[in-house]
């Protein structure tokens, strides 16, 4: 098998990076929920529910887990990673969130006419969090059960 071939026969890559995929796109169906309004390009933005982050990095931790067993110091290394991941989506870019919001106050508050407008959602509320980090192994790991590889699913397409 060539090096391009294993890369797309990667089965923990591919379920984990679909969960993110539908993380994102499940924001749609959230913020419409929300809001009574279909926006499509909520899905590349950061932030909302459910996060993408957190359904990527545990989708790909409970797959390595699967694969090499959830006794391995590599699923215990994804674990540690999974965890500053998650940590990083509700603390850190969350915090950074509310200072661009109270940010955009004072500028406008000091100049009405100023330009500056920085991005308030960058981060994730921990039910947010929560729920992507649930999402990932829902995907991912049914994925690897019942379908294994994405050059299965081509083969089944392509046969």
């Not at 929300?34 to 359904?55: C, D, V, W």
């Not at 969130?97 to 000091?110: R, T």
């Amino acid at each position: 098998m060539t090096e391009f071939s294993a890369f797309f026969d990667n089965s923990v890559l591919f379920w984990s990076l679909l969960s993110c995929l539908m993380a994102q796109f499940f924001k749609i169906i959230f913020n419409f929920f929300k809001t009574g309004k279909i926006r499509f390009g909520i899905m590349f933005e950061t932030g909302g529910m459910p996060s993408s982050h957190s359904a990527l990095i545990t989708g790909a931790t409970s797959g390595i887990g699967f694969q090499i067993g959830f006794d391995s110091s590599i699923f215990a290394l994804a674990v540690a990673v999974s965890l500053i991941v998650m940590y990083d989506a509700s603390g850190v870019r969350k915090s950074a969130g509310i200072q661009a919001a109270e940010i955009n106050k004072l500028s406008k508050k000091l100049d009405p006419k100023s330009q500056i407008d920085l991005k308030e959602t960058l981060g994730h509320t921990k039910f947010e969090v929560i729920v992507g980090s649930l999402l990932g192994p829902l995907i991912t790991l049914p994925g690897i059960v019942f379908i294994g590889s994405p050059l299965k699913i081509f083969d089944l397409i392509i046969n």
